[in-house]
């Protein structure tokens, strides 16, 4: 075991036999360096470059900032594949609107022939997936997508699938020199940018996910995986993905604050997706019902996570949730709108207000007064009665005694209660029937009598 007395805080990170150290006191890098040569032998190579990726450090003003690439690594890539490649420019970095399927829609594995299969391994298909899976995992968050979907063939790859790789290794060429960049003035506390697709043609149901940890402007963390399971909505499968980002987002609280960084995560961390039905959920005042009791118990850990104070759910448009590169084929528009904010070339968007703790939604829709209908009066009652009497009887009373008892000569004689608009037309109907068989039974009354 190595031991040193040291004179102040040094950070170390330790990638199989690299090694990079930064330390408050140059005195205390030489004792460790010393050590570690002393034991095993090491060389001493320049800060810049690390595991193939270019580190350079600018400054303006009191801005100062530090950009990550890997141009040489991509251009010796391009090299080895150009006689795939043909001189067309690309736009996105993944064919838009493409999904490499190994599955039907009825979840069976898609035949490949042999020979195709072959002549795709023949000319390099795993090594090309294998070049670019270290470029994405470095410092090219933009291509989660599209290594999540080559990465599915490697078993049987088709000429398709390989089409697709060399479309994405053409988008590295044109955006070599871009790579990732952190900047002071950028965001002092963490954010999570999440989002995940629905209904997509993966054959087993199961849609695509992604998340990023930015940091200073800059992503620290990104990564695209399936759901395990399949869901009901588009609100079931933002959920989980705001499950899955908040426990690799506790892990980056916890490393900071082991770092002595915590109070850059005081504060419950923002996890920001476009559903606002996951932040619903995510919320800590929403409750379980019957359309979140199906879902898995592990994914409603994050209930307890934003009620410990740790992170905290919001809601943001999907235009500008630079998450969605990570989840879809997009275009070329969407991808220059959304590329240079993922990978810390263009400013965040401004951090979205949390509308679930303030407004305690319950409802989506917004309840509007009730306003009683208003029913367009009946049309005037027919001179003629509804039921015509026999023509042996009289329709009026000839006697004096009894003239209170007969209907009004006319209408400009007086209305009855009624003939009001505001009664319905049934009841009007039955009165005005009612009353030609009290004039007719007072009439024979009286003949009777006579």
Known sequence: MLRWDLRGTVFMSIHTDDMDI???????????????????????????????????????????????????????????????????????????????MPLDNCGKPIDVPDDEVKRVHKKGYMNLVGGLLWAQRNTCPGLSFAMSQIC???????EKALA?????????????????????????????????????????????????IMHFGGPIYWETTKHD??????????????????????????????????????????????NSQAELWGSEWAKMNTKTRHIEQKYHIVK???????????????????????????????????????????????????????????????????????????????????HRPHPSMPTNCKNPELQGLAPPASPSAGTLPHQHHAQPRVVARFLQNARAVICMVATACMGVLA
């Open 304 to 386: 307890t996570m934003v009620k410990k104070g740790w992170f905290q759910p919001l809601w943001m448009m999907g235009k500008e949730n630079p998450a969605d590169l990570g989840t879809k084929p997009v275009d070329g528009v969407t991808s220059n709108r959304l590329m240079p904010m993922l990978c810390g070339q263009a400013p965040l968007p401004p951090l979205p207000e949390p509308r679930g703790k303030m407004k305690k939604r319950v409802h989506f829709r917004r309840r509007r007064p009730r306003v009683p209908p208003v029913r367009p009066p009946p049309p005037a009652a027919a001179a003629t009665p509804a």
């Open 22 to 100: 930064i330390a408050q006191y140059a005195a205390d890098v030489n004792d460790i360096l010393q050590a570690f040569d002393k034991r095993f032998g090491i060389t001493v190579s320049s800060p810049d470059y690390m595991l193939g990726v270019l580190r350079t450090e600018s400054i303006n003003g009191n801005r100062r900032s530090i950009t990550m690439s890997q141009e040489a690594y991509i251009e010796g890539m391009y090299e080895k594949f150009k006689e795939h490649c043909d001189g067309k420019t690309v736009t996105e970095p993944f064919p838009a609107k493409t999904f490499l």
């Open 152 to 158: 599915r063939c490697m078993q049987r790859p088709s």
């Open 164 to 212: 697709c790789g060399v479309h994405s290794l053409k988008y590295l060429l044109a955006h070599k020199q871009d790579g990732i960049s952190f900047h002071s003035d950028g965001n002092w506390e963490p954010r999570i940018y999440y989002d995940s697709g629905h209904k997509q043609p993966t054959g087993d149901g199961r849609s695509f996910c992604f998340f990023v």
């Open 229 to 274: 399971i399949p869901a009901f909505g588009a609100g079931e499968d933002e959920y989980m993905t705001q499950s899955i980002a908040c426990k690799q987002g506790r892990g980056y609280q916890n490393l900071l604050n082991e770092l002595g960084l915590g109070d850059m995560v005081k504060k419950p961390m923002s996890v920001i997706g476009d």
